[in-house]
Every structure is written in C-alpha cells, then in structure tokens.
C-alpha cells in the first residue's frame, strides 16, 4: 500500500532564517507530487506540482521554492521566511490511473509558525 | 478551471441525512467533480467523484443534475466525525497531465449531538 510521509509535523521559525521541509511517498513509483499551503482559517492554495524528477511547476509567485531530487521525494524550501509564510503545508501524492480518475493523497501536513 | 460555488457553512443533527450543494454553472463537458473533505488538523482525503450520473460509494452518494450545472454531496446519517470542510471541484480531464486540483474555501459541516 502508499503512503506519504511528511516531516516536521510542527516547526516554528524566526523570520529569516531558512527552511526545508521534506515529503516521501513509498509504495508508488513516478506519481505526480503536490505542496499546498493553508493559511490559519482559509482554503488550500496550491504553490508547486512536479509531474517528474527535476520538473517543477509553480503556481504562485513567492520567496518558496521546490525541488524534485528522486522520483518520491517534494522538498519545499526558503532561504528567508516571511511571516506571512506561517501556515499548514501539505505535501500530496497522485496517480494517473485513468483520465477519469485524480484521486490525491496527502500528508498528514507540518504546522509553520513564523516568528 | 471552472469555478464552484458552496456555502459557507451548515449545520446538521447528528445521525440524519445531510445535503451538501455545490453550484458549477460553468462547467464543462470534460469537467469531472470531485469532493473532498478536510477533517479538522488533518489534509483532505478523497470522498467522491462523478461525470454525469449519480454515484455511490461507502462514504457518501453524488447527485448530479441533469444539466450538471450542480452538485450534491449526500452524507446518509451524518455522525460526528463526518464534521469537517467539505470541498468541491471540477477538474478538467482534457487537461491530461497537468493534474492539478483547485481547492476553493469549502463548506463547513458542523454536526449537532
């Protein structure tokens, strides 16, 4: 069976410093890899998609990047935090099982504050 | 991507029926909708998805209206831990391989003891 595993589950952080947050998925191979973030009391906003090692998609401009270094591995990362980057990341998984078909996984999520 | 419309939120008695709606009047004809749910502190899981007819599955039942300018979620006896952020969204399946989900700001589900 899959499963995702994300790492931390909380973090709390002095504005400027860095960050690196790590999402592995075991049990699938080449699966489309998400990060979101959600913002205390709003909706999930996708940041970045990767449908491949090295292939980054970013949907929001902003001081976060990601990277693909192995096929079931997202790490998310920021050489300066703001503080608006405070909120819950999720890292999610997906297969392409059928054009229908787009379940996504996620992560149990890691808890940013920024101080 | 097409845009959904959902309230805010509801409130339901625990062990009833609950009707969740969802407008889409935008929606194409290679737009899937899919429903998510959001358990509180937790990332969303998957509950349900259809294109035109009306689906079941051990979660929850999806009617579709007959022009698919709408949806609804239906929770047969809701129970306290159905409480959550319901979302919906249309995902366009032309799109293949850009698979990319849009999460709006949901409905939340409170469910009264």
């Known amino acids: 069976s899959q499963t995702i595993h994300q790492w931390p589950a909380t973090l709390v952080q002095p504005v400027g410093s860095p960050l690196s947050l790590e999402c592995t998925v075991e049990?699938?191979?080449?699966?489309?890899l998400y990060w979101y973030r959600q913002a205390a009391g709003r909706g999930l906003q996708l940041l970045f998609y990767?449908?491949?090692?090295?292939?980054i998609s970013s949907e929001v401009p902003q001081n976060l990047s990601a990277s693909r270094p192995q096929d079931r591995q997202f790490i998310l990362s920021s050489k300066k935090l703001l503080l608006s980057d405070s909120g819950f990341y999720l890292c999610?998984?997906?297969?392409?099982?059928?054009?229908?078909?787009?379940?996504?996984?996620f992560g149990p999520g890691t808890r940013l504050t920024v101080l | 991507d097409a845009k959904t419309t959902q309230p805010n939120s509801m409130e339901s008695n625990e062990e009833e029926p609950v009707h969740l709606p969802c407008n889409h009047s935008?929606?194409?004809?290679?737009?899937?909708i899919h429903w998510y749910r959001q358990l509180p502190s937790q990332g969303p899981e998957y509950v349900i998805h259809?294109?035109?007819s009306n689906v079941n599955n051990r979660m929850a039942s999806l009617a579709i209206a007959e022009d698919r300018k709408s949806s609804t979620l239906i929770l047969h006896r809701a129970t306290l831990r159905d409480a959550a952020v319901y979302y919906c969204?249309?995902?366009?399946?032309?799109?293949?391989?850009?698979?990319?989900?849009?999460f709006g700001t949901g409905t939340r589900l409170t469910i009264i003891p």
């Open positions: 049990g699938t191979s080449n699966p489309n």
């Open positions: 935008t929606i194409s004809g290679t737009d899937y």
């Open positions: 259809g294109l035109t």
């Open positions: 969204i249309l995902r366009d399946i032309s799109n293949f391989g850009n698979e990319k989900l849009t």
């Open positions: 990767s449908v491949g090692i090295g292939q």
């Open positions: 999610a998984w997906g297969r392409l099982a059928g054009a229908s078909y787009n379940e996504q996984f």
